[in-house]
C-alpha cells in the first residue's frame, strides 16, 4: 500500500517560516521524482517545486528564493522549507511521487494535504 503523508503545515504569520515534510511508504522512492503541489481556495492546484531523484530541482517563478525543496532518500522522505511567507502562499500543500515509465505511462501518488494559512 502506497502513502504520502505530509506534516508541519499551520499558521505562521507573514515573513516568518515553515518546513513541510512527506514520508513515503510502498513505493521504490529512488524511482520517484517528488514534489509538492499546493491549491487555494478557488484555484486550480499548482506545481510549487520537484525534485528529482538525482536532485535535480525546480521552482515555480512566484517562489524561487523563498522555497527549498530537498529529499532524503535514505529516510524516503521529501522536504519543503519555506521562509518569507506571504499571505498569497496559503493554500493546502499537497506531496506528489511521480515515476515516469515511458511511451506516457507513470506511476502518480498523492498525500492527503496539509494546510498553510500566512496571517497576521
Known amino acids: 500500500q502506497v502513502q504520502l503523508v505530509e506534516s508541519g503545515g499551520g499558521l505562521v504569520q507573514p515573513g516568518g517560516s515553515l518546513r513541510l515534510s512527506c514520508a513515503a511508504s510502498g513505493i521504490n522512492f529512488i524511482r520517484y521524482t517528488m514534489g509538492w503541489y499546493r491549491q487555494a481556495p478557488g484555484k486550480q492546484r499548482e506545481l510549487v517545486a520537484t525534485?528529482?531523484?538525482?536532485?535535480?530541482?525546480n521552482y515555480v517563478d512566484s517562489v524561487k528564493d523563498r522555497f527549498t525543496i530537498s529529499r532524503d532518500n535514505a529516510k524516503n522522505t521529501v522536504y519543503l522549507q519555506m521562509s518569507n511567507l506571504k499571505p498569497e502562499d496559503t493554500a493546502v500543500y499537497y506531496c506528489?511521487?511521480?515515476?515516469?515509465?515511458?511511451?506516457?505511462?507513470?506511476?502518480?501518488?498523492w498525500g492527503q494535504g496539509t494546510q498553510v494559512t500566512v496571517s497576521s
Open positions: 525534485v528529482t531523484s538525482g536532485g535535480s530541482t
Open positions: 506528489n511521487g511521480r515515476w515516469t515509465i515511458g511511451l506516457g505511462g507513470s506511476y502518480d501518488y
